[in-house]
């Protein structure tokens, strides 16, 4: 069974970071294109990374403050947050890129960004 554990979620103040681990399991990790999605409370494509780490994409709205990247020995993905701003509340979500629609299935963390 495909699974996926957000964790690292917190409420900070504008201007703060934040860093975001996700576990997956249930398939062959390494292999595969990961994304992040945040809901708050549409949703939003974040981020996405290929399999060996190499190739990366963002959103507008979060290019040049947040960095994905993934331990393939660990099966983790990872989203490095920083000069967080109000608008980037909402509950984070990783999924693996090719079963995004169901992405909900996995456990989000929640962020926070509030003075």
């Known amino acids: 069974e495909v699974q996926y554990v957000a964790s690292g979620g917190a409420m900070v103040q504008p201007g703060g970071s934040l860093r975001l681990s996700c576990t997956a399991s249930?398939?062959?990790?390494?292999?595969?294109?990961m994304s992040w999605v945040r809901q708050a409370p549409g949703e939003e494509w974040i981020s996405s990374i290929h399999?060996?780490?190499?190739?990366?994409s963002y959103a507008p709205s979060v290019q040049g403050r947040f960095i994905i990247s993934r331990d393939n020995s660990k099966d983790t993905l990872y989203l490095q947050m920083a000069n967080l701003k109000p608008e980037d509340t909402g509950d984070y979500y990783c999924?693996?890129?090719?079963?995004?629609?169901?992405?909900?299935r996995g456990q989000g963390t929640r962020v926070t960004v509030s003075v």
């Open positions: 999924v693996r890129s090719d079963d995004y629609s169901n992405f909900r």
């Open positions: 249930g398939f062959t990790f390494s292999n595969h294109d």
């Open positions: 399999p060996a780490g190499d190739m990366t």
